[in-house]
């Protein structure tokens, strides 16, 4: 009962790296018109999903946060013509890695939202959320964390900001 009581306690920290024409848009048309997604999530926006660098998400795991979702153009419409296709494949393998470190990769999240599906933002931010939720803390990077100095030397001043909000 003390056990259930603690899990329906748990708020999951959700880093949600995002392109700034699509998603950081979707997610600002959802804020703009008044939808509403979890406090959970906490977005840094990037030129494009190409210039997300998994080490970002390796970090944001190890700063504490409990699930990271990527988003971006949808096929086709990358301002960069093919960023988000590299960040694709990219991703793909690096879920591999995730899985054989033993990170459930539901945690783990990529997807596609424009600047018209504020909609869309919800649904996936609020899916994530959930399901990381049911999944409980990620307690696997806290002692990574503990023994190796963060250098900081892929960091820029906005994800130095999300690290520490997390
Ligand atoms: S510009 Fe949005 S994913 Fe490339």
Redesign the pocket.
Known sequence: MHAEKQQHAFEPKIVAFV?????YAGADLAGTSRLQYPANIRVVKF????RIDPVFILRAFQKGADGVLVS??HPG????MA??FH?RRRFAAFRQLLDFIGVDLNRLQFSWVSAAEGGKWVDVATELTERVRELGPLREFAALEAEEHWSGALATPELQEAYNSI
């Open positions: 392109c700034t024409w699509c998603t030129p494009c999903t190409g971006g153009c419409d990358c301002h960069y960023g988000n960040a």
